[in-house]
């Protein structure tokens, strides 16, 4: 079975401090991972994905097999970076998995 | 544009009542997805289809049952509702080859 785990529900920061949302993940094959982001009265979008390796609005998160992790990270938090963030896994299953999700709010 | 469109976007029913959930989309992708949001518990999948003829059970199918009328179409169906599926109903599309999911802006229901 596939599982991801977002281990913080809530998480703050003020305005230029880092942020890590953090997502460890259960697959016995090998994963596809995903970050998603809701932004209020927005449509949950996609914000990155770990084989792009490409930083999104200054996001990055690296795949970490070992540690089965995949961590989303931004050096510089910004107020509007203040939204629900999902973290997912896709592999040979047809379908994503998701975490709980974490509520990220920046505060100036 | 192309979209994802979900209907109605908010419903509030009671106990026993039947109820539909709309979905079309104009993005002409084969996949389509209901997924439940609720607080604390994230997305859970419901059901979902890769084409027409293919219709699977996710995780949280029991109590709810879907129609694929076309690929552009895809419809939930609570038989018998209950106050415990008072949630947010998300549908998603995606193709095949890019594994992203594009979400419509979702179905507030309410089962009093």
């Known amino acids: 079975a596939q599982r991801v785990t977002q281990p913080e529900k809530l998480l703050s920061v003020f305005k230029g401090a880092p942020v890590e949302l953090k997502c460890n993940y259960s697959?016995?094959?090998?994963?596809?991972l995903f970050w998603y982001v809701q932004y209020s009265r927005q449509r949950l979008q996609l914000l990155l994905r770990?084989?792009s390796r490409e930083s999104i609005k200054g996001f990055t998160a690296d795949l970490n097999k070992g540690e089965t992790s995949f961590h989303l990270k931004k050096p510089f938090a910004q107020e509007e970076d203040s939204a629900m963030y999902y973290c997912?896994?896709?592999?040979?299953?047809?379908?994503?998995?998701f975490g709980s999700g974490t509520q990220l709010t920046v505060l100036p | 544009d192309a979209d994802v469109t979900q209907t109605p976007r908010n419903r509030i029913t009671k106990t026993g009542k039947r109820i539909m959930l709309e979905c079309s989309q104009t993005?002409?992708?084969?996949?389509m997805y209901w997924y439940r949001q609720d607080p604390g518990l994230g997305l859970r999948l419901i059901y979902y289809?890769?084409?027409?003829?293919?219709?699977n059970k996710g995780e949280i199918s029991d109590g709810y049952s879907v129609s694929r009328q076309a690929q552009a179409k895809f419809s939930l169906s609570l038989e018998s509702a209950i106050p415990n599926q008072t949630a947010l109903y998300f549908c998603?599309?995606?193709?095949?080859?890019?594994?992203?999911?594009?979400f419509g802006e979702g179905s507030r229901l309410t089962v009093l």
């Open positions: 998603a599309t995606s193709d095949p080859g890019a594994g992203e999911l594009f």
């Open positions: 697959y016995s094959g090998s994963p596809e």
């Open positions: 770990h084989i």
């Open positions: 997912a896994l896709g592999g040979s299953a047809r379908q994503l998995t």
């Open positions: 993005k002409g992708h084969d996949r």
């Open positions: 289809s890769f084409d027409v003829k293919d219709i």
